[in-house]
């Protein structure tokens, strides 16, 4: 069973940066797809970037241009480099792990809340 662990949320100002970490056990890494989701308070969870294991990424376009996501397999991490922030980005952020197989697994999430 992976665990994923979540970092590098915080408070920032409206137009600032801030880069997420999602640290993977296991040593399967390399082969399975990661997500990075958010939900706002009172809205339903909603799917912001993916990295699929040949590197391909794929954006919801309320971030196009300003998040990039990116792994790093020999450490079993994927990054979420948020840049010119605004308020509506004020979420937690999880990711998530799927193989080909449809196993899946979350991270506990990590707060942002970007302040006008």
């Known amino acids: ?10 408070l920032v100002q409206a137009g600032g940066s801030l880069r997420l970490s999602c640290a993977a056990s296991g040593n399967t890494f390399s082969s399975y797809d990661i997500d990075w989701h ?7 969870r909603e799917l912001v970037a993916t990295i699929r294991r040949g590197g391909n990424t794929n954006y919801a376009d309320s ?9 790093d397999n020999a450490k079993n991490t994927v990054y979420l480099q948020m840049n010119s922030l605004k308020p509506e980005d ?4 999880y990711c998530k792990l799927a ?4 196993y899946t697994a979350w991270g506990k999430g990590t707060l942002v809340t970007v302040s006008s």
């Not at 069973?1 to 915080?10: A, H, I, M, T």
């Not at 958010?38 to 339903?44: M, S």
């Not at 004020?90 to 952020?93: C, G, P, R, W």
């Not at 193989?99 to 449809?102: F, K, P």
């Open 63 to 71: 971030v196009k241009g300003r998040f990039t996501i990116s792994r």
């Open 1 to 10: 069973q992976v665990q994923l662990v979540e970092s590098g949320g915080g």
């Open 90 to 93: 004020t979420a937690v952020y």
């Open 38 to 44: 958010r939900q706002a308070p009172g809205k339903q």
């Open 99 to 102: 193989s080909a197989y449809g």
